[in-house]
Each structure stands twice: as C-alpha cells, then as structure tokens.
C-alpha cells in the first residue's frame, strides 16, 4: 500500500492536453497572400490569350468574345462565395484553400 508521501510525489498527467495544438494564424498568412497573388497574375495574365483564341480559333467577333470573357471573369470572381459555403459547412478553410490551390493549378496546366 502506498504512503501519503508517495500520493504527494506522483505528478499526474492530463489524458488529454488542454492546450490545443496551433492551427493556422499568422503562419499560414504568407501561403494565402502568395496563392492568391500567383492566381491573380494567372488569371488577369490569361485574358489577354484567350480573346485572341476566341477570335483566331473560335472564329468568335471580337465583341461576343469580349462579353464571353466578361461572363467567364464574373462568374469565376463569384467563386469564393461558394468555396466559403463549402469551407464552413463541410471541409474547413485550409482544406478547401489547398484544394482550390490544386485544382487552379492543374486547370493552368491545362490552359
């Protein structure tokens, strides 16, 4: 049987940390800002290509190439509304981050 002494020497553990471990913050900040300033630089660089393609290829004039664009560009800019619903409800912000990082990457290559 152990003494009272013994109780007193005996460091006891949480089973569980109560601190949890840090997540996000300001070391994810630079990953953010780099993604979404190369995406940026992608897209904006991209334009310029695609209503040539449009006009040359496509055969397309080049107003209805201009408003396909347009479209193309408003529709993508209205993007994060959906990958901020599906960031919150289902997968979680840095999740979705890295997938819309991926596949804009691999739609570039693509292009």
Known sequence: MESPSDEKNII???????????KGGL???????????FERLASHGLLPNMILYLTR?????????ANTLFFWSAATNFMP???????????????????GCIVSLLVLFIL
């Open 27 to 37: 070391r994810t900040i630079p990953f953010i800002l780099a993604s979404e300033a």
């Open 12 to 22: 006891t553990e949480p089973l569980l940390s109560t601190s949890p471990k840090a």
């Open 81 to 99: 509304i959906l990958g901020a619903f599906l960031a919150d409800s289902y997968v979680g912000r840095y999740r979705m981050i890295g997938f």
């Open 57 to 65: 290829e496509y055969g397309m004039e080049s107003a209805r190439g």
